[in-house]
T-cell receptor, first 110, second 115 residues
Framework: EDQVTQSPEALRLQEGESSSLNCSYT??????LFWYRQDPGKGPEFLFT???AGEEKEKERLKATLTKKESFLHITAPKPEDSATYLC???????????FGAGTTVTVRA | SAVISQKPSRDICQRGTSLTIQCQVD?????MFWYRQQPGQSLTLIAT?????????ESGFVIDKFPISRPNLTFSTLTVSNMSPEDSSIYLC????????????FGQGTRLTVV
């Protein structure tokens, strides 16, 4: 069963065009939801951990929010350097194993 | 935050051979994991690398194919044995830190191509 579902699969934005990525999850007793950025050929770069509904975290043009069923990654006024695949993951057990979504590939055109 | 170094960063190997990937962390960590990312796919957990005991493998992964060592709290190796083209993937080492908040960090990965 899918525990983490990301949408859309791909997102093409014009520079400055704000948008949001979605991550829905089905695990019970959420112990942490993670957002990562991954550039081609590189390992995932940690962005945020969210723990409870209502929590928000920001980093530069990125803002992550969390509800009881999903998380959003908002990209405000994106720049071409924000182009990457954004991955969402949750802990699936008490031993810190991560289950990942398929990712959203964001392309920002100048 | 932990800094993770993986070696090699990439390799091209002949089928039937084995490759050992090293993961070095700049601090002592309890929780260390190995993931695989197949081409165009997301990450899948292979195993938990336990210090001083046998690794714990996820469904679909076995010790004979992916032996793991964890001799101390800063180092681990993953071997991909008797390789076939289907093993062509990126292999990633990860650690989890829980001081303050919980953060999970990844190495840069090892891109393996089996020919």
């Amino acid at each position: 069963e899918d525990q983490v579902t990301q949408s859309p699969e791909a997102l093409r934005l014009q520079e400055g065009e704000s948008s949001s990525l979605n991550c829905s999850y089905t695990v019970s007793g959420l112990r942490g939801l993670f957002w990562y950025r991954q550039d081609p050929g590189k390992g995932p770069e940690f962005l945020f951990t969210l723990y409870s509904a209502g929590e928000e975290k920001e980093k530069e043009r990125l803002k992550a929010t969390l509800t009881k069923k999903e998380s959003f990654l908002h990209i405000t006024a994106p720049k071409p350097e924000d182009s990457a695949t954004y991955l969402c993951a949750v802990f699936i057990s008490n031993d810190y194993k991560l289950s990942f979504g398929a990712g959203t590939t964001v392309t920002v055109r100048a | 935050s932990a800094v993770i170094s993986q070696k090699p960063s990439r390799d091209i190997c002949q089928r039937g051979t084995s490759l050992t990937i090293q993961c070095q962390v700049d601090s002592q960590v309890t929780m260390m994991f190995w993931y695989r990312q197949q081409p165009g796919q997301s990450l899948t957990l292979i195993a938990t690398a336990n210090q001083g005991s046998e690794a714990t493998y996820e469904s679909g992964f076995v010790i004979d194919k992916f032996p793991i060592s964890r001799p101390n709290l800063t180092f681990s190796t993953l071997t991909v044995s008797n390789m076939s083209p289907e093993d062509s993937s990126i292999y990633l080492c990860s650690v989890v830190e829980t001081g303050g908040g919980t953060e999970a960090f990844f190495g840069q990965g090892t891109r393996l191509t089996v020919v």
